[in-house]
């Protein structure tokens, strides 16, 4: 009864279709118990400190739309983002070094900058998409004459290929590539596109190289019907709290896609 009384105004974001699918993760299980039941989970040193980047290069936007860019303004609202974190002193002191030092080397070494103009944490809310409710929080919206792109920062360690075969990444371009097809299918049915293009963008903010600080992906018309009909597929199961039994598939790659297929065709 609690669940279903929730259910009246949920939205299906990104987050929760990841989770829903990522049999790497237990897909469903993690799902229900995250998602759902929104069981308690203890944020990590890591997690912090991505919270803590996000805060600051969303500082650094608006700085930049201001014309007032300093960097060191952006380390000071890093450091004080991180300080809001639970974090023990000894993990405060470590991340506050290896936050400065990213920033140094983003934007002095990489020489990374910013559109002005670009609108920063934008929410999206009760998109409909058939049968289903979407929503969406998106880190950067660019809106430059034929073209919309949107960015999101990642902390960690990224990926060099939307397209790599390696056991170890592939999963993680699966997610990244679901990401911004949700994304592309958002900004559609919202009409912030308007028949402009959509350019998605990772932005691996700790990349050690920086011809891979930046990966773009702009997803065919296929992509954007079968992330349509999947978060459909995903969403009726959730209404309903019929959440499948996943355990005749594999927990890599291959499994995910089988998955998706027999969601997507009603099978499971």
Not at 230 to 235: H, I, N, P, S
């Amino acid at each position: 009864d609690i669940l279903k009384a929730r259910l009246e105004t949920y939205n299906l974001s990104v987050t929760d279709l990841i989770n829903f699918l990522d049999l790497e993760n237990a897909g469903p299980q993690y799902f229900k118990e995250r998602n759902l039941l929104r069981l308690p989970e203890a944020k990590n040193p890591s997690a912090a400190h991505g919270t803590a980047m996000h805060a600051a290069m969303e500082y650094a936007q608006l700085l930049t739309n201001r014309g007032e860019f300093k960097l060191n303004e952006v380390n000071d609202r890093y450091i004080e983002a991180l300080s809001n974190e639970n974090l023990s002193i000894a993990e405060h002191t470590r991340f506050s070094k290896q936050g400065i030092q990213m920033l140094d080397q983003l934007f002095n070494k990489y020489k990374y900058s910013m559109n002005k103009g670009a609108q920063t944490e934008q929410k999206l809310k009760d998109i409909v998409i058939g049968t289903a409710r979407i929503s969406g929080k998106l880190d950067l919206i660019y809106d430059n004459d034929d073209v919309v792109e949107v960015s999101d920062y990642k902390t960690g360690k990224g990926i060099t290929s939307f397209y790599s075969k390696a056991q170890t990444s592939q999963i993680k371009s699966w997610r990244y590539k679901k990401q911004l097809c949700f994304y592309n299918l958002l900004l559609a049915n919202s009409g912030r596109l308007k028949e402009k293009q959509f350019i998605g963008k990772m932005i691996f903010l700790e990349t050690d190289d920086p011809k891979y600080l930046e990966l773009q992906y702009s997803p065919s018309e296929e992509e954007v019907v079968e992330i349509s009909n999947l978060a459909q597929a995903v969403w009726k199961k959730i209404i309903n709290l019929e959440l499948p039994d996943t355990s005749k598939y594999s927990n890599d790659y291959a499994g995910i896609q089988l998955f998706e297929k027999d969601l997507i065709e009603n099978k499971i």
